[in-house]
Nanobody
Framework: QVQLVESGGGLVQAGGSLRLSCAVS????????MGWYRQAPGKQRELVAG???????NYADSVKGRFTISRDNAKNTVYLQMNSLKPEDTAVYYC?????????WGQGTQVTVSS
């Protein structure tokens, strides 16, 4: 089992920044990839960024150059630094832990970007 708790969401003006945090606990050694997903109203949940245990990262085209995913193994925390935010980034952001045969999700944190 893996437990994920997100924090750091909120309301920000376009062009602003936010940093999301995901505190990870449980069977951390079994995690292959940590990721951030988002779901806007009426849309499907989509991958925003992912990071492997070795530190390799990948990003959705829509956030490349603006968002950065990172991890602090000492704190068991994954971060998503979001810069140059746009109104279309408004969504509930979810942290995900991908294990070999299981996937775990956090409760989500709302990010709202005003124009």
């Amino acid at each position: 089992q893996v437990q994920l708790v997100e924090s750091g969401g909120g309301l920000v003006q376009a062009g602003g920044s936010l940093r999301l945090s995901c505190a990870v606990s449980g069977s951390i050694f079994s995690i292959n990839v940590m990721g951030w997903y988002r779901q806007a109203p009426g849309k499907q949940r989509e991958l925003v960024a992912g990071i492997t245990g070795g530190g390799s990262t990948n990003y959705a085209d829509s956030v490349k150059g603006r968002f950065t995913i990172s991890r602090d193994n000492a704190k068991n925390t994954v971060y998503l630094q979001m810069n140059s935010l746009k109104p279309e980034d408004t969504a509930v952001y979810y942290c995900n832990a991908d294990l070999t045969a299981l996937s775990f999700w956090g409760q989500g944190t709302q990010v709202t970007v005003s124009s």
